[in-house]
């Protein structure tokens, strides 16, 4: 079988490797996909060791689509302007990322009938998995993306990094109430079991809250935008079967069935 993996740190709780099992039996193809925890400070490391012994290609999640996007030789038009890559493959000796996360939120999005055409939204986080979605967000023609995060500092540097008009960038403390049809989670704090700390005002009636962590319970985050009267509460199962769809089609350039996937996944959680 030809050998894939993802990368992070934690890496335990990683739904990839049963994902593509299942988009290779619909598409006849035998893989072998592992989850593998690199050290914080080891990735490129771990990476190189897992060619060296017949890997073709990896997943990335965090925290470490930002040191991916360094190891890269080559970078798809996607990741090159994100600065973040979650998916790498090889064209011989040369390392090639793509980031496909912002294909995976933006088609559940569609799929969950999100209007994103002049919304407003927010997107909660500046890290590797945020600025990943963020040329796919633009692309959609919100009115705007606000980028709010913990440490204002980092939301800045997106800011200044995408430099497009649309873009607003600011500290929690900072963020207005009632002002966004659409909310995304894309902080790393549901990993530790807790949730951005922001003020429940920005919450409206008709407001969309999504977050891009997934796990079997509902997170922190949804559980909270939920008890402050969200429109509609949304968890990122299916931005992670669409991303990782996504990169198996990057490396076997044939795009899996993603419902399917969906449903029985959900299933099984449940
Ligand atoms: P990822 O690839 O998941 O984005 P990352 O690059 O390490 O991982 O970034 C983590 C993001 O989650 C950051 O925006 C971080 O905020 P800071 O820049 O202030 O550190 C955010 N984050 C992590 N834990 C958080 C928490 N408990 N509350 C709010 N934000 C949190």
Not at 8 to 21: D, L, T, Y
Not at 74 to 81: C, E, G, I, Q
Request: hydrophobic share 40%; proline share 4%; glycine share 8%.
């Amino acid at each position: 079988p030809r050998q894939y993996c993802v990368f992070g740190n934690p890496i335990s709780q990683s739904r990839s490797p049963w994902i593509h099992q299942r988009f290779a039996s619909q598409l006849d193809i035998e893989i072998d996909y592992q989850a593998k925890l690199a050290p914080e400070d080891g990735f490129a490391d771990a990476f190189k060791a897992f060619v060296a012994a017949g890997g073709e290609g990896a997943n990335v999640t965090a925290p470490f689509k930002e040191q991916a996007w360094q190891l890269c030789d080559r970078l798809s038009v996607t990741a090159k302007d994100s600065g973040a890559v979650n998916t790498l493959f090889l064209e011989g000796d040369k390392i090639c990322g793509d980031n496909t996360d912002g294909f995976g939120l933006v088609a559940d999005l569609h799929r969950q009938q999100v209007q994103l055409i002049d919304a407003k939204i927010l997107l909660l986080g500046a890290g590797g998995a945020a600025r990943g979605v963020i040329p796919a967000l633009l692309n959609e023609t919100p009115k705007s993306l606000t980028i709010a995060n913990r440490t204002a500092s980092k939301a800045h540097n997106l800011q200044n990094y995408f430099s497009d008009p649309r873009i607003h960038a600011c500290g929690f403390d900072e963020l207005l109430a009632g002002s966004f049809d659409v909310i995304i989670n894309a902080t790393s704090a549901g990993l530790a079991r807790q949730r951005p700390d922001v003020n429940s005002s920005i919450i409206g009636t008709k407001t969309i809250c999504y977050d891009m962590v997934y796990q079997a319970e509902p997170t922190g985050f949804l559980v909270w935008c939920h008890d402050h009267g969200a429109g509609q509460c949304i968890d990122g199962l299916g931005m992670l079967v669409g991303q990782a769809a996504k990169s198996f089609s990057i490396w076997f350039s044939a795009m899996p069935d993603i419902e399917p996937v969906i449903e029985e996944l959900r299933r099984l959680l449940i």
